[in-house]
């Protein structure tokens, strides 16, 4: 097993035009995905957030210090050829959306669930046209076949992007309602975090803190908040 990592070889990063966009160069040579595919993102702000990731290297390259660039590349190589199947899998969250699922008790924990979720369910309903069905308890609860329509052609109307953002929003959160409210400008992301976080925050108040359940939920909230960066950065 090789030790070897690739080290930052150029002296400065610049965002240029491109055809379909913006790209960016490391001394006059243009920044690729992995997979060798020429790296075009739709705005100058994500160019520019990029090209401000390859400038911070020191040494060493760590991808991981490079939420927008990894994105960015997400969206070139894994979502573009399968637009379809990552709306279905992120509309799909409407079945069985976090907001929809409540406690049996004790009675406090169901009033903050009703307090910070009723009102994205009113919002989804009016907002949207596609009210969801909220229960108690785990037990799957069908929704109406009309509002998941709806969602679904809400999800659809994203490009490529705009959908790697969306899938950290989603896929971190368990909520695509809460997602959604987001991205139409009604939440934003610190609140909606907070607002996905309503049973975690109970049980910690009750319980108490867990030094490594703290660290992975630091993680996942800092992973929520670049996938929402990087939404904005799409239509920016």
Partial sequence: MSDWAAKRFWDAASVETATGGFTVHLDGRPVR???????????HAMAAGIAAEWDAQDGV????????????????????PQMDAVVT?????GKSDLI?????????????????????????????????VATQGVMPVAQPAPSLRRLRAEVAKLDHFQLAGFHDLVAISGSLVLSLAVTHGKLDADTAWDLSRVDEVWQISQWGADEEAAAHAALK???????ARFFELSVT
């Fill in 100 to 132: 929809c699922y409540r406690a049996t008790g004790p009675d406090a924990l169901i009033e903050q669930q009703a307090a910070a979720w009723d009102p994205w369910l009113a919002w989804v309903a009016n907002a949207l046209d596609a009210p969801l």
């Fill in 221 to 227: 909230r800092q992973g929520f908040l670049n996938g």
């Fill in 33 to 43: 995905t992995p997979g060798k595919s020429p790296l075009i993102v739709p705005t």
């Fill in 61 to 80: 390259i760590d991808p991981n210090s490079m939420p927008i660039t990894r994105a960015a590349n997400s969206a070139i190589e894994k979502v573009a």
């Fill in 89 to 93: 899998e992120l509309s799909g969250y």
